[in-house]
């Protein structure tokens, strides 16, 4: 189904003879059909569309915000647009869902009380935490996963390759900075180690995906795939290399028979090739950088094991209705989302967390192993699987917006739209 709509995207992609006249009709394709506002344009937004633009807007508005603000503001456009212009037949519920939305509620009213009533503190600002919550997290997540069906294949590659185009060039633009920084761990201004990190992943999971489902897919995955490691390696952060690397090892240990096998080989020579090409021993690079967790020797490992204990011993003061969505000591989130939910809601208000947690991942071992969802699904799955893991370092429930959108989309295409696995019931749809 995903190599059928893969194949459709190779064929309209391509360039066709007859001239300007009929290269013009091909983009003119593009914009009947409404990529830029489509459902697909949204979840991969949604992905890295904030840090994909980072690079872009730290080389023309370094010291404002004025082009942060405007790049968030068109992705919610983008996104409210998208699912106002959809059909309403094609827009999706499932009732696996209302543990999230119960949560969502609970930790609103916690955040409300912490700010107004306990006069709390929450850095970055009230402002900040409430627009991103509910914006970003809340309001992003629900409108996507309501929008799984019509995430077409060939919208989502077309958009996710123009996204890590502009990644790239965006850090490309800043190449004199991010070299004044590469001995310790490259960084922007507008774009932080751990950002980078986890987005030039984001793009690998998506191309590691897409690897050999067409010749051009595959060209594309060998040309920026090193671009793209070369990042992630010298981002140097810690919680990429291992949430990015355990979320590809869960996804191909689910997979079936040969898959297993062929997704095996194919990283192997993807990562020979890579190596063997870059000219800088990256495994040293990643390695060193491992070995920096130490609680006695690293100051970030030794801040964040204090976090920890911190939210746990607070959740031990309020075990049952939890208090705080700070560390108190800090005054900042733990860097710990499960830790956080316990802390801040307890564990009576975090029973609708886990429930949620549960279904996803029920959902993700669905996807993966069932190998009939569309391209979306499985990315938002293999997406899911990272983020539970980098959420035990890093990262806010207000804040982690990926978290949210990837975890119920999971949900909504496994419980609300299994109707990809009865092909015959509707062959188009999985083309859609």
Known sequence: MIQRANLRYGASAGFTRGGIGHRLAHLRGYVDRRILFSPAAAFALAIGGVYAFAGLVNKFDPEGSTGSILVRLAIALITIGSYVLLPAKLKSSTAAL????????????????????????????????????????????????????????????????????????????????????????M???????????????????????????????????????????????????????????????????LLKGSKRVFAVLGALVVAMAILATSGVDLIDVVIARLQTINVDADQSTMVRSQLYAGAWRQFLENPVFGRYVVEMRFNFYPHNIYLESLMAMGALGSLPFAAHIVLALRSTVGIIRSGKFPLAAVLAAVLFIREVIAGMASGSLWGNSLFWVTSALTISFWYGYQGFLAKNRNPEIGAY
């Open 98 to 185: 209302i543990p999230m939305k119960l949560f969502f509620v609970l930790y609103l009213c916690r955040l409300v009380e912490n700010v107004y009533l306990s006069s709390i503190n929450i850095s970055p600002g009230p402002m900040m935490v409430f627009s991103v919550f509910l914006v970003t997290g809340v309001g992003s997540t629900l409108l996507i996963a309501s929008m799984d069906r019509a995430i077409r294949n060939s919208d989502l590659i077309f958009v996710m390759n123009i996204l890590c185009v502009i990644f790239l060039v965006g850090l490309y633009l800043n190449r004199d900075m991010l070299f004044m920084s590469q001995d310790e761990r």
């Open 187 to 253: 960084s922007l201004d507008k774009i932080n180690p751990i950002a980078m990190g986890h987005t030039g992943f984001a793009f690998l999971i998506y191309f590691f995906l897409v690897l050999g489902k067409t010749k051009k897919l595959t060209i594309q995955s060998v040309i920026l795939g090193p671009m793209l490691l070369l990042a992630v390696v010298f981002s140097r952060s810690r919680g990429a290399y291992i949430a990015g690397a355990g979320a590809l090892l869960v996804y191909i240990l």
